[in-house]
C-alpha cells in the first residue's frame, strides 16, 4: 500500500497536517488509535480523497541508511505500508506518544531522541498550578520538524503536535511540518 | 494497545470519556439504553461484585462494535457487554431467537422447499402470521432462499476443475453464500481460479455462530465455533489460508471465537482472511494480476459494515474497486445500518432498527449510485429494503469488471 504521506496520528496535528496536504494534491493516509476527536476536519480529510484508519495503530517502522522505508499497523497486517513521508504525531503521554518508565522516557513508535531530565525527581513541581517540567518533555526535531534517532536525522520523519519537546505551538508545528513536506520555504 | 495491559478486554482502562457513548447507533435511537460505558466498564463493576446487576437492557447492544473502534484506550467495550449478556442472561429466549440465530439449521430446511418457502415469507398473510405469533416483523422483506446449496454446485460443477492447480485457498462461504445467494461464491471461485489458485471447502463447515453469540446461546456457539477452528486449522497447516466474502463471518472467527467464546485461535487468526484482504494484498506484491473489461462503467458507493470497520480492512475493498477502470467510487462516513444480524427481524426492534440506517439510507439516496458495494450480507438486505438501491458484495463488482480471460492467462505459472 503506497502513499505520498503516512501520518500517525488523529488528533489535532495529524489531522491538521492530514487535510492540508491532502488538499494540496498529495495521497495521505491518516492512522488513528481510536475516533479521534476532530470530527470536522476528519470528514473534510476523507472528503478530499485522504485514506483514515480508525482504532488502529502503527506497531513500528523499518529504517534504512537515514530514511523510514515503510510502517506496519495492527489491522492491516501482511500488507507493507510505504510512503515518501511520514509524520509523527501521536501525542503525549496520554496518547502514548510518549512512554515513561523508571529507567526513562521513549518514543515507542521509532524510538526517536526524546529530551527530558535524566533525574526523575526533577519531572514534576510539587506546586500543582505551577508549571510543570514533563510538560517539556518530547521529541527533539530540527528546524523543519524532522526528528533524528541515536542522534542521526531521519530525512522523511517529521514530527508535529503534543510529542514535540519544547514550546513550539500547536499551529508553528503544524505549518513547519506542511511546508517542509511540500519543500515550501 | 491492547497488547499492553493484562486485564480481562482492558475493563480497567476506561477513563469515562464516554466516546463510545457518542458513537453509538442505538443509544441514538432508544433512551432506555444506557449506553456502552454503562453497559459495559462501568456497569462490570458492579456485576463483578454482584451478578444481580446484570441489567436487561444489555440485549439493546447491537455488537457492531463501533465503540471499541472509537475507544482511545483499547477498551473492549462490545466484548465487555457480550460477555455479560452471555454469562448472566438467563432470560427465557423464544423459540424465534433459536430460528433466527441457527442459520444452519433453517437454511437446510429452507433450501429443498425454496420455491415455496420464498413465496410464503413474502406474502402478506403469512407474514402477519410470524408477526402475530413469532415476533418477526412483518414489516421486513425477508432473505430468499437458493433451491440448491452453494457446496453441492461447488461438488458436483467446480470440483473437479481445481484438480489443475498446484496452488490453492480454503474457502469459508459462510450461510449467506450457501443457502441465500449461491452467486457470490461462484463469482469468488471464478475470480480465485483467474488469479491461479485453486479453491478447496473446509472439511467441515458450520454457521460461524454470530447469531447464536448475539442472541446468548453460547454452548451452541462454542460446539460449532470448535468444529470450524479444527477445519481451519488442517487448512492451514496445509499452506491454504482461509478466505470468505462476509466480514462478519471472517470478524467472528478472528476475533469473537477468542474473546468471548474463550477458544484460542492465535495459531491461525492471521490466516482468516476476507476476500479483498487476500485478494489486495496478492495483487500489491505482484503475484497476482488483474485484468479488467475497458468498457465497464459504473458508479458505486462504498458502505462500510460496521464489523469491517472493526477489521479496519474496508481499505481493502476501496483500493480494490478504484483498481476497475470506469468505477467512480464514493465513500461517504461510516454508519451503523441498523439491522445489527438477526435484531433488526425481532419485531421489539424493527423501529429502532429503521430509525438507526435512517441516515445511511438518506446518504446513500442522495448520492444516487448505480450499486452500493459492501462485504456485509445483513447490511445489503437492510439498505435494499429501506432504499430503492441495489447492493453487491465488492468481489462481485470485480467479477462483472474483470475480463477473466486476459486475467487467467497473466497468472499461468
Not at chain 1, 534517532?149 to 508545528?173: D, H, P, Y
Amino acid at each position: 500500500m503506497r502513499f505520498d504521506v503516512v501520518i500517525i496520528g488523529g488528533g489535532p496535528a495529524g489531522t491538521g497536517i492530514g487535510l492540508e496536504l491532502q488538499r494540496s494534491g498529495l495521497d495521505c493516509l491518516v492512522v488513528s488509535e481510536g475516533l479521534g476527536l476532530e470530527e470536522s476536519p476528519r470528514r473534510e480529510f476523507v472528503e478530499a480523497g485522504g485514506t483514515l484508519l480508525q482504532g488502529d495503530t502503527v506497531l513500528g517502522g523499518t529504517i534504512s541508511e537515514g530514511k523510514v522505508t515503510g510502517v506496519a499497523t495492527r489491522n492491516l497486517k501482511g500488507t507493507p505500508i510505504e510512503a515518501s513521508c511520514y509524520v509523527l504525531a501521536t501525542g503525549r503521554f496520554f496518547s502514548k506518544g510518549l512512554i515513561s518508565t523508571m529507567d526513562g522516557i521513549f518514543e515507542p513508535v521509532f524510538g526517536c531522541d526524546v529530551l527530558y531530565d535524566r533525574d526523575s525527581t526533577n519531572w514534576t513541581n510539587p506546586d500543582f498550578y505551577a508549571p510543570q517540567p514533563f510538560e517539556d518533555f518530547g521529541v527533539v526535531t530540527d528546524d523543519q520538524g524532522r526528528v533524528s534517532i541515536g542522534g542521526r536525522t531521519i530525512s522523511n520523519l517529521f514530527a508535529a503536535g503534543e510529542v514535540l519537546a519544547g514550546k513550539i505551538g500547536m499551529q508553528t508545528g503544524i505549518e513547519r511540518v506542511v511546508n517542509a513536506v511540500l519543500g515550501r520555504k | 494497545m491492547q497488547d499492553k495491559n493484562v486485564s480481562v478486554n482492558n475493563f480497567e482502562q476506561c477513563l469515562k470519556c464516554d466516546i463510545c457513548s457518542s458513537v453509538c447507533p442505538m443509544l441514538a435511537a432508544n433512551p432506555r439504553y444506557p449506553g456502552p460505558k454503562q453497559a459495559g466498564p462501568d456497569g462490570e463493576r458492579y456485576r463483578l461484585k454482584d451478578p444481580a446487576y446484570y441489567d436487561l437492557t444489555l440485549k439493546f447492544c447491537l455488537n457492531c462494535k463501533r465503540c471499541e473502534v472509537a475507544c482511545p484506550s483499547g477498551v473492549r467495550i462490545g466484548d465487555i457487554i457480550q460477555t455479560a449478556r452471555l454469562k448472566y442472561g438467563r432470560q427465557n429466549r423464544p423459540l424465534r431467537d433459536f430460528v433466527l440465530a441457527d442459520t444452519d439449521l433453517t437454511g437446510s430446511l429452507a433450501t429443498p422447499l425454496a420455491p415455496v418457502v420464498n413465496r410464503a415469507l413474502g406474502c402478506r398473510p403469512v407474514k402477519a402470521v410470524m408477526d402475530r405469533l413469532v415476533g418477526v416483523d412483518s414489516r421486513r422483506t425477508l432473505p430468499s432462499y437458493s433451491g440448491r446449496k452453494f457446496v453441492r454446485w461447488f461438488r458436483e460443477s467446480a470440483a473437479h476443475r481445481q484438480l489443475g492447480f498446484r496452488r490453492f485457498v480454503s474457502f469459508f462461504h459462510g450461510c449467506y453464500v450457501n443457502y441465500n445467494f449461491p452467486e457470490l461464491g461462484r463469482d469468488f471461485v471464478r475470480i480465485i481460479n483467474a488469479c491461479g489458485f485453486g479453491v478447496h471447502l473446509l472439511e467441515d463447515e458450520r454457521c460461524c455462530g454470530v447469531a447464536l453469540i448475539s442472541n446468548g446461546f453460547g454452548a451452541q456457539a462454542r460446539h460449532q465455533a470448535e468444529i470450524n477452528v479444527r477445519s481451519i486449522r488442517k487448512a492451514v497447516s496445509a499452506g491454504e489460508p482461509v478466505v470468505g466474502c462476509s466480514s462478519t463471518c471472517i470478524f467472528t472467527m478472528r476475533d469473537e471465537y477468542d474473546h468471548l467464546l474463550g477458544i484460542d485461535t492465535s495459531d491461525v487468526r492471521d490466516s482468516i482472511l476476507l476476500a479483498s484482504k487476500w485478494l489486495y494484498d496478492k495483487v500489491e506484491s505482484g503475484s497476482v494480476k488483474l485484468v479488467f473489461k475497458s468498457d465497464y462503467h459504473l458508479k458505486v458507493a462504498y458502505h462500510t459494515a460496521c464489523h469491517m470497520n472493526k477489521l479496519g480492512w474496508s481499505v481493502y475493498s476501496i483500493l480494490l474497486l478504484k483498481m476497475i477502470p470506469g468505477l467512480e467510487l464514493i465513500v461517504p462516513e461510516q454508519q451503523c445500518c441498523g439491522i445489527a444480524g438477526t435484531f433488526g427481524f425481532k419485531k421489539e426492534n424493527y423501529g429502532y432498527s429503521q430509525e438507526i440506517g435512517k441516515s445511511l439510507f438518506d446518504t446513500l439516496e442522495a448520492i444516487s449510485p448505480d450499486i452500493v458495494a459492501t462485504d456485509c450480507e445483513t447490511c445489503k438486505w437492510q439498505i435494499e429494503m429501506s432504499t430503492d438501491l441495489k447492493v453487491m458484495n465488492p468481489i462481485s463488482i470485480l467479477a462483472e469488471a474483470l475480463d477473466f480471460e486476459k486475467t487467467q492467462k497473466s497468472n499461468i505459472r
